[in-house]
């Protein structure tokens, strides 16, 4: 089950945050996410919150911010779930992926995401940015 996110989830959202990225976001930046009515904040719920998704959605255009599933829980189709949930009602979609992140990009490509553009050293540890677009 796909639902809004809420102050309780916070701890786990960022466990699975810390277990997934390098670089996590703080507990504050997840916290100004909750409750901004341009930005939705959804988590993946069976029983146990197994992971989340951020997004904007303005007038039919998507803004993927941070996708992630617990670690023990990757394969099973729920980045898939959280990922279609967010494209529902958009008619386009933008997001930026590590070069390197293999799975993200597979999950994308699997929706039809192309790759638009290259963001030389977007990252502060000099990783680039792919910049993938998908369209109805
Ligand atoms: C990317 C991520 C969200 C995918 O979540 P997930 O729940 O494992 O994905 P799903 O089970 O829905 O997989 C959907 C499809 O994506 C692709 N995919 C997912 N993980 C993959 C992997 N490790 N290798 C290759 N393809 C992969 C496959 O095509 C898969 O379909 P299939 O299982 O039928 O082959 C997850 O790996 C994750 O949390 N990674 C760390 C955080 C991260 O990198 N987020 C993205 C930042 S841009």
Redesign the pocket.
């Known amino acids: 089950m796909i639902r809004p996110a809420e102050r309780r989830d916070l701890e786990r959202v960022l466990e699975?945050e810390r277990g997934?990225?390098d670089d996590p976001w703080t507990g504050q930046a997840f916290e100004a996410f909750l409750g901004q009515p341009a930005v939705r904040f959804a988590v993946a719920d069976e029983g146990a919150v197994d992971?989340y998704i951020i997004y904007s959605l303005v007038c039919g255009e998507a803004e993927?911010y941070?996708?992630?599933?617990?670690?023990e829980?990757?394969?099973?189709?729920?980045?898939?779930?959280?990922?279609g949930a967010a494209l529902e009602n958009a008619g386009t979609a933008f997001?930026?992926?590590?070069a390197g992140?293999?799975?993200?990009i597979?999950?994308?490509?699997?929706f039809g995401f192309k790759e638009i553009g290259l963001r030389k050293k977007y990252y502060g540890n000099g990783d680039d940015a792919v910049l993938m677009k998908w369209s109805r």
């Open positions: 699975i997934s990225f992971g993927i941070n996708i992630a599933v617990a670690p829980s990757r394969r099973r189709g729920l980045g898939r779930e959280l990922l997001l930026d992926v590590r992140n293999l799975p993200a597979a999950l994308y490509r699997g």
